[in-house]
């Protein structure tokens, strides 16, 4: 089993910047893609970026692009998304999630293995 705790969320203005964090503890000596998602009030899960083991592979969704920034410390077992430029629409609770793998440059979006339990980010304009 792996836990996962997510952190850093809050409230801040728009075009404001906050930077998450998500801290993995237990079975952490297998390898695992990361992955940050996130649900609006109304509405249902949506992915936001994912990162590979290695860190050299990483995807994000078209409405985050160029604004966020997924990346990982391996040796902190711990994953951030660096989220600038925030809007009012980027309100959610942000989730990040794990899935084991056996590839060190694979990402996936789907079929997570474990969750956290969130953090609320609320973008004020």
């Known amino acids: 089993q792996v836990q996962l705790v997510e952190s850093g969320g809050g409230l801040v203005q728009a075009g404001g910047s906050l930077r998450l964090s998500c801290a993995a503890s237990?079975?952490?000596?297998?390898?695992?893609?990361m992955g940050w998602f996130r649900q609006a009030p109304g509405k249902e899960r949506e992915f936001v970026a994912a990162?590979?083991?290695?860190?050299?592979?990483?995807l994000y969704a078209d409405s985050v692009r160029g604004r966020f920034t997924i990346s990982r410390d391996n040796a902190k077992n711990t994953v951030y998304l660096e989220m600038n430029s925030l809007k009012p629409e980027h309100t959610a609770v942000y989730y990040c999630?794990?899935?084991?793998?056996?590839?060190?440059?694979?990402?996936?979006?789907?079929?997570?293995?474990?969750w956290g339990k969130g953090t609320l980010v609320t973008v004020s304009s």
């Open positions: 237990g079975r952490t000596g297998s390898m695992y893609s």
């Open positions: 999630a794990a899935k084991i793998t056996y590839l060190r440059d694979s990402y996936y979006v789907n079929n997570m293995d474990y």
């Open positions: 990162i590979s083991w290695s860190g050299r592979s990483t």
